[in-house]
């Protein structure tokens, strides 16, 4: 499993592109929470309504499918700058300098192969169901009320190409890493062991406080 990681910054190329890319990812990350949000606020409209008026929010199991792959996809390019997706580390742990750069990057390499591919695969899946020619331009539609579904099933491959460019990020951070031999190498997730992270927790308490 993933423990706390930290990335760290410099003023080379590599370090530039990361913070460019990461203000992207935050704000993805801010639609996902809000469209965590938005459907808590539909739920309680739904549940209201049944049990006051008889009359639950019309569409509401469609406005979750909508919304779904705001919540799955757009965060976890985010997630993956900071290394916080599950992983096993019983291995890795073990490791240092050269063969750990080795290893991350050969993981990422085979992570953004299969990414390379999701986009491929989803994109086609999205161009199935937009149609200029179409009402709503879409072919297809939600089973209740009637909402196109092109935009949720774009909102898959813009998220696995913002992960992409991101795991190209890391390919080159790591590649560096293994090239040159760095201890400390920019634009990648650097996992912290527990003594590290408790100190990292105290720092920030006492900066808040």
């Known amino acids: 499993m993933a ?4 990335v760290l910054e410099d003023s080379s190329l590599l370090s ?24 808590m606020v539909l739920a309680v409209v739904s549940v209201s309504g049944r049990n006051a008026l008889n009359a639950p ?19 976890i390019s985010y997630v993956q700058r900071d290394g916080g997706h599950i992983r096993m580390d019983i ?4 490791l240092k ?14 992570i953004l192969l299969l990414m390379v591919a999701l986009v491929w695969g989803s994109w086609s899946h999205f161009d199935r169901s937009f149609d200029f020619g179409a009402p709503l331009w879409s072919r297809d539609s939600s089973i209740d009320i009637g909402i196109p579904i092109w935009p949720a099933k774009l909102l898959a491959p813009v998220a696995f190409s913002v992960l992409c460019a991101r ?17 400390h190498p920019v634009a990648v997730p650097l996992i912290q062991d527990a003594a590290a992270q408790a100190a990292a927790e105290a720092d920030q308490f006492e900066r808040r406080t």
């Open 3 to 6: 423990g706390h990681a930290t």
């Open 16 to 39: 530039r592109l990361d913070h460019r890319l990461l203000r992207l990812e935050r704000f993805m990350a801010l639609i996902s929470g809000l469209a965590v949000f938005g459907l």
């Open 57 to 75: 929010l019309p569409g509401y199991v469609d406005w979750i499918e909508q919304a779904m792959p705001l919540i799955a996809f757009l965060g």
């Open 91 to 94: 291995v890795i742990s073990r």
């Open 97 to 110: 300098g050269r063969a750990l750069w080795l290893f991350e990057l050969i993981s990422v390499l085979l």
């Open 167 to 183: 795991l190209v990020l890391q390919v080159w951070g790591y590649g560096r890493a293994v090239v040159l031999g760095l201890d």
